[in-house]
């Protein structure tokens, strides 16, 4: 299978996770089946990606700028991290859920901090702190 297809089977399947994420927000077995499904469909993705073309040399690579560079050269490995961005920013999303449920944050609230995670990982979830921190006036609490 091409390094393309898998790019767009792999983002099909975490959009699903998104949907489930921002518009089912009273399925409450839905952590579940996006990490045991999804989530874990798109590790066993990476890991054979990564697996299938490692090279005892990769882990010189990740110290210099210029050499993981080099490794995003290779369209198996973009794709390999594309699928590392899709899974993590996925759990982080599902975070959020969870965090939100446990602290009475509106699920209405997240929309926009899951839409930033989903586009912009990090960002969303910097916003979603935010949020958190606004609504119950602590920074460090229960997770």
């Given at each position: ?11 099909a399947i975490a959009s699903l996770g998104w949907v489930i994420l921002i518009f089912f927000p009273k399925w409450y077995s839905a ?113």
């Open positions: 299978m091409s390094a393309s297809s898998i790019f767009q089977i792999c983002s952590d579940k089946f996006i990490i045991g499904i999804i989530i874990t469909l798109l590790g066993i993705i990476y890991s054979w990606m990564i697996w299938s073309s490692f090279n005892m040399s990769i882990f010189q690579k990740f110290g210099k700028l210029e050499s993981v560079m080099q490794l995003f050269q290779n369209e198996k490995m973009v794709t390999a991290g594309w699928v590392h961005y899709l899974a993590f920013d996925l759990m982080a999303g599902v975070f959020i859920r969870k965090n939100a449920m446990l602290h009475g944050i509106s699920h209405w609230l997240l929309v926009i901090p899951l839409f930033f995670t989903f586009v912009f990982g990090p960002f969303g979830l910097l916003l979603y702190l935010m949020v958190r921190f606004i609504i119950i006036r602590k920074y460090f609490v229960e997770n």
